[in-house]
């Protein structure tokens, strides 16, 4: 009974492991996109003019910058797919993020339920072992009384033989008996009849 609960603990295991494999993947991107929300700053302006008396190494990196930003005007298209890109990913890690807690509550509702269900299937084991034995007991005693009312019905045909052959044994005495009392009543009878007989004369 054992061998399910291992089993479905370690199907849980592995599908724990399973789903946190990636995990570093997962804080690294969202640390990512945090880092590019936060750190996106606004473009330097395009229409402003080099002032007068800037040394010559600044006038040069203003230009560079003026040029980077004509290049950033160009691809402004790309970064704005890629910002609606990055809060689509953001909007499905948080909707990854609520499946994941639903998940894990879940789990744990199912972990509690699980050990309520292993309790209570030990539980009705035990009393399944219990009306086991309890049933077995019942059908030895109803074996015996089975074997006892055998010898008892044995015995009532054996008594009910006998007491015919005594029935019949006492019809039969009776029978001679009466025969003998008549024989003897008809002997009696003869012998006063000759008393008389001889009393005449």
């Given amino acids: 009974m054992a061998n399910w609960r291992e089993d479905y603990y370690a199907a849980l295991a592995a599908r724990d492991d399973r789903e946190q494999a990636n995990s570093s993947l997962y804080d690294a991107y969202t640390r990512l996109a945090d880092r590019t929300a936060t750190t996106s700053a606004s473009p330097t302006d395009k229409n402003s003019s080099p002032k007068r008396g800037v040394p010559a190494p600044v006038l040069q990196q203003q230009q560079k910058q003026q040029g980077t ?7 402004a298209a790309s970064q704005s797919v890629l910002l609606s890109e990055l809060a689509a990913a953001q909007r499905s890690r948080s909707e990854l993020q609520d499946q994941l807690t639903r998940t894990t509550s879940e789990l ?6 699980t050990q309520q269900d292993a309790r209570r299937i030990a539980s009705l084991e035990g009393e399944r072992t ?12 109803l074996r015996g009384k089975a074997k006892l009312l055998d010898n008892v019905q044995d015995e009532l045909a054996s008594l ?10 006492s019809t039969k005495l009776q029978r001679d008996n009466q025969e003998l009392i008549d024989r003897w009543m008809a002997r009696m009878g003869k012998e006063a009849d000759a008393m008389n007989e001889a009393s005449r004369f």
Avoid: P, W, Y
């Avoid at 930003?69 to 691809?75: H, M």
């Avoid at 744990?108 to 339920?113: G, R, T, V």
């Fill in 160 to 169: 009910n033989l006998q007491l015919n052959m005594a029935e019949d044994r």
């Fill in 108 to 113: 744990e509702k199912l972990k509690s339920k």
């Fill in 69 to 75: 930003n004509v290049i950033s005007g160009a691809g």
């Fill in 130 to 141: 219990h009306l086991t034995l309890r049933l077995r007991d019942r059908d030895e005693e």
